[in-house]
């Protein structure tokens, strides 16, 4: 959301990342900036261009849980507090995510979806329409 604080691990399609913050995404646009909080890089302001983006994972921490086991498949937590249509992710680099969207449109730059673990370190994921080989939705989105 523009204005507000949002912490950040941006994922690039060559299979880099940082974390920081931004005041500026918006879906759509095609560049927000990042002031970097980890790493060599710590205390610049990057502008990032989303077409270089595999996906942006807003989080609630940079370091997250490192003994938790997040659930990654639908059958591995409580169906009816999900709200949403069920999304299955694969990403080009073979990475695999399952979640909920209210807004997907297979043809927008992009779309966020919502992990189903709650718990999860993930508040939302703004994946990148072109870094994905595959999205499934519905049912066949379980498999």
Do not use: C, W
């Not at 959301?1 to 940082?18: P, Y």
């Not at 205390?43 to 997040?70: C, M, P, Q």
């Not at 659930?71 to 169906?79: G, I, L, N, S, Y």
Request: glycine share 8%; aromatic share 10%; net charge positive.
């Amino acid at each position: 959301m523009i204005g507000e604080r949002n912490s950040v691990v941006v994922h690039f399609k060559d299979g880099s990342l940082l974390k920081g913050f931004t005041h500026d995404f918006v879906a759509e646009r095609p560049l927000f900036h990042l002031h970097v909080e980890h790493g060599a890089e710590t205390g610049t302001i990057k502008e990032v261009k989303v077409a270089n983006l595999k996906a942006v994972f807003f989080v609630k921490s940079y370091e997250g849980d490192k003994d938790y086991k997040e659930k990654r498949t639908f059958e591995e937590v409580d169906a009816k507090n999900l709200h949403g249509i069920k999304i299955r992710v694969d990403f080009k680099d073979g990475e695999i995510i399952r979640g909920l969207s209210l807004g997907y449109n297979k043809s927008k730059k992009g779309f966020f979806i919502v992990p189903i673990d709650p718990f999860s370190n993930n508040i939302r994921i703004y994946v990148v329409s072109d870094a994905a080989a595959r999205v499934v939705v519905g049912p066949a989105s379980e498999q």
